[in-house]
């Protein structure tokens, strides 16, 4: 648990910085579109891709630190044991979605690769690089819902995990 909390953290900071590129790529775009009047075929599309690597690469990132959006009707009031019980239960849902997601994303990918395809656009990249990117992020998200339904079910039985070793 503590290697997956600690590789999801590296990648999650590092991928942090993919914003800054996006938003220099867009702003290099719309130089080129309004100052140069040469708009770029490919700007606006790779920074979509970049945008689709930042949130699949960052999603275990979030996952780890708690930065998803939690519906909490009831949660807040019950102990941190009920609450950890609810988690591991309800994460069990989550990796059978991960699992069901990474196969159609590896075979998505295993097209991709097999017989080279493209968007359909004008600059037309190859597809399979994002689609690398996607099942390399299902399967970081994965492993952290893994982790985490772990921990959770370690809270539930009354032995928490310390949570500042993995980080």
């Not at 290697?3 to 990648?11: A, I, K, S």
């Not at 998803?68 to 994460?91: E, G, K």
């Amino acid at each position: 648990m503590r290697l997956v909390d600690r590789l999801n953290h590296g990648v999650g900071r590092v991928t942090m910085y993919l914003v800054f590129a996006m938003m220099g790529l867009l702003l290099y775009a719309s130089f080129s579109r309004s100052v140069l009047n040469s708009p770029l075929l490919w700007g606006v599309e790779m920074s979509q891709f970049m945008l689709t690597a930042y949130y699949l690469l960052g999603g275990a990132y979030a996952m780890q630190v708690g930065a998803h959006v939690r519906m909490d009707l009831f949660y807040s009031q019950w102990s941190p044991r009920a609450q950890a019980l609810v988690d591991a239960l309800t994460i069990l849902f989550l990796i059978v979605f991960l699992v069901t997601l990474l196969l159609g994303g590896i075979s998505s990918t295993h097209y991709s690769l097999q017989y080279g395809q493209r968007n359909y656009s004008a600059w037309a990249p190859p597809l399979a690089p994002i689609k690398l990117i996607m099942c390399l992020g299902i399967v970081l998200m994965l492993l952290q819902a893994v982790a985490t339904f772990l921990k959770d079910l370690a809270r539930a039985l009354g032995r928490a995990i310390d949570e500042e070793d993995a980080a």
